[in-house]
């Protein structure tokens, strides 16, 4: 069993930064795959990204603007936000998965209550 609370959410003004945390209950952090993933009011979850043992991968419309990371000594993971848009507000939330890599929600089998972002124009 693995809990996690997301944390860093709140109001930015387009361009500007946020970082998202998520720590892990439990003694098996490292062998967790975790990912994020954000909803928007009317709009079905989508995926953000995800870190494993190959590294972080991304959706294309975050690559390039937000950074996945992992303390495993501090069973917490990171999403760094940067030159953030009105279009990424949502409310993102933080998965695990004993699984592979992937941005399907469905294989996540731990999930966060979530945390908001929004950007203002």
């Known amino acids: 069993q693995v809990q996690l609370v997301e944390s860093g959410g709140g109001l930015v003004q387009a361009g500007g930064s946020l970082r998202l945390s998520c720590a892990a209950s439990?003694?098996?952090?490292?062998?967790?795959?975790m990912g994020w993933f954000r909803q928007a009011p009317g709009k079905e979850r989508e995926f953000v990204a995800t870190i494993s043992w190959r590294g972080g991968s991304y959706a294309d419309s975050v690559k390039g603007r937000f950074t996945i990371s992992r303390d495993n000594a501090k069973s917490t993971v990171y999403l760094q936000m940067n030159s953030l848009k009105p279009q990424d507000t949502a409310v993102y939330y933080c998965?695990?998965?004993?699984?592979?890599?992937?941005?399907?929600?469905?294989?996540?089998?731990?999930w966060g209550q979530g945390t908001q972002v929004t950007v203002s124009s």
């Open positions: 998965a695990a998965t004993s699984g592979g890599p992937g941005g399907r929600a469905i294989n996540y089998d731990y």
């Open positions: 439990g003694r098996t952090f490292s062998s967790y795959v």
